[in-house]
Nanobody, 112 residues
Framework: QVQLVESGGGLVQPGGSLRLSCAVS????????MGWYRQAPEKQRELVAL???????TYADSVQGRFTISRDNAKNTVYLQMNSLKPEDTAVYFC??????WGQGTQVTVSS
């Protein structure tokens, strides 16, 4: 059974940083692409960042230059380093394994 467990969300002031983690079990992690998506209240889920199995990365325009996605295949974990956070980054962040599996989400709130 494939499981994705996110952690690292929380409340942070504008301009601050957070690092999200997503631990994957039950799957051959290293052969799949991974992604982070987010969903704000009353909005559709949107792509934040992707990382291929070879480490190629893609970012949404809104986070380019502020967020960094990375993966550690030895730990079956994908990360999202979020810097210079803005109130509009407030959302539930979901981890995605490119075989159709989602995590439960972790709340990120950017507010003073």
């Amino acid at each position: 059974q494939v499981q994705l467990v996110e952690s690292g969300g929380g409340l942070v002031q504008p301009g601050g940083s957070l690092r999200l983690s997503c631990a994957v079990s039950g799957s051959r992690f290293s052969i799949y692409g991974m992604g982070w998506y987010r969903q704000a209240p009353e909005k559709q889920r949107e792509l934040v960042a992707l990382i291929s199995r070879r480490g190629t990365t893609t970012y949404a325009d809104s986070v380019q230059g502020r967020f960094t996605i990375s993966r550690d295949n030895a730990k079956n974990t994908v990360y999202l380093q979020m810097n210079s956070l803005k109130p509009e980054d407030t959302a539930v962040y979901f981890c995605y394994l490119d075989a159709g599996h989602w995590g439960q989400g972790t709340q990120v709130t950017v507010s003073s």
